[in-house]
């Protein structure tokens, strides 16, 4: 009786435990980054832009595009594989109109092991572009855009399998603002 | 006898029940936005959607009788709108904004939406599947104006509003709009 009771409780500590660590690697996983808190600067911006194109869509979009005709077939080529676009995009009237907390507010989500930044990356744009990426091995999950200039907060994030080049694609499209975001050539240890 | 009078009971209930979500889910999302606006706003809508749709008829027949090159975003008769002239557009947006969201996204996609503080402008692009097809949902306000519009559009078309959703938007209102002054 007191094996068993013990054998019962071991299963149940390990299903525990295992819930547990399932959550929290599928939480590290999530390459979508939460953006709804920024809502409140759409009081301040002049210009709001919210963009969701979630898995419903793109999955309609995918199976209703025809790829014989030119628009449907670049749409459905650009979106085949993601599981989302998300853009949140602000511009204000004035500087300072947005602060460095609700930047840092992004940054603290897309901290490693689960993203890592991009430093290969440059814009044509003034300020701050980041470019961060969600791996997991050497599948790409996700990627995120945070472009923070004096008088506009830009984030752009995308789930699924892309890279730069079709990030680069889909800029100007699908609601995502032209970023002006090109790969840089690799730096050396020895040119840094 | 009465065990198979209950079991008739509860299945016309709940047939009537289904059929009631159903409606709801297919259905009058349009309604419920122009009523929304009209509580919250405290404004009233002028809809002509039955002229509008013989409008579109007729747009639709003109273009075939042109070679068919006239551009059409929504499919003929498809259009459903309802619009607020002239009116005052006062109240918290963002309020506006989540309880909108909240009676819609159940049953619609929301696509992109914009919003702009200085005149509270506001415009919500919402999508769902209509069988082969998609419907499209625009809903515009602006200090003293503000458009509802329903309509469905080809995937064709779709794709166009999913690469360029703001003038997409903008097509749509103003196919619809133009169509309505006719």
């Known amino acids: 009786m007191k094996l068993l009771f013990h054998t019962i409780s071991r299963i149940a500590v390990i299903s525990v435990l295992f819930v547990i660590a399932t959550t929290i690697t599928t939480h590290a996983q999530d390459p979508r980054i939460r953006l709804a808190h920024l809502d409140y600067l759409a009081k301040k911006a002049s210009e709001t832009v919210d963009v969701n194109i ?18 449907e077939a670049k749409v459905k080529k650009l979106v085949n594989g993601l599981k989302g ?3 949140k995009s602000f511009e204000f009237e004035n500087e300072n109109d947005y602060s460095l907390a609700d930047v840092d507010s992004i940054r603290s989500q897309l901290r490693e092991p689960a993203w890592s930044r991009l430093v290969n990356v440059t814009s044509k744009r003034d300020g701050v572009v980041e470019v961060y990426i969600a791996l997991n091995g050497s599948d790409v999950l996700g990627l995120a855009v945070l472009s923070a200039e004096p008088k506009e907060l830009t984030v752009v994030n995308i789930v699924g399998p892309v890279d730069l080049e079709k990030l680069a694609k889909l800029e100007g499209n699908l609601g995502i603002p032209d970023l002006g975001i090109e790969p840089t050539k690799h730096k ?5 | 006898m009465k ?3 209950s079991i008739k009971l509860v299945t016309v209930l709940l047939a009537v029940t289904l059929w009631s979500t159903i409606s709801f889910a297919n259905g009058d999302d349009f309604n419920s936005v122009v009523k929304m606006i009209e509580q919250f706003y405290s404004v009233k809508h002028e809809g002509l959607p039955f002229l509008a749709k013989a409008a579109m008829k007729a747009a639709g027949a003109g273009a075939r009788i042109k070679g068919g090159d006239a551009k059409r975003f929504a499919e003929a008769g498809s259009i459903k709108l309802a619009t607020f002239e002239n009116q005052e557009f006062k109240g918290d947006f963002i309020k506006f904004r989540q309880m909108l969201n909240d009676s819609l996204t159940q049953t619609w996609m929301p696509l992109v939406q914009t919003l702009a503080a200085p005149d509270q402008e506001q415009c919500y692009i919402f999508v769902r599947e209509n069988g082969d097809k998609f419907r499209v949902l625009v809903v515009t306000i602006e200090p003293h104006d503000g458009t509802v519009i329903q309509a469905t559009v080809s995937p064709k078309n779709l794709a166009l509003l999913m690469k360029d959703p703001e003038e997409g938007a903008k097509a749509i209102t103003q196919e619809a709009t133009i169509i309505d002054q006719e």
């Not at chain 1, 050396?188 to 840094?192: D, G, L, S, V």
């Open chain 1, 85 to 87: 676009i998300y853009v």
């Open chain 2, 3 to 5: 065990r198979s009078g």
């Open chain 1, 54 to 71: 979630d898995e419903r869509l793109i999955q309609l979009a995918a199976k209703l595009f025809n790829d014989k005709d030119e628009d």
């Open chain 1, 188 to 192: 050396t240890k020895n040119e840094q």
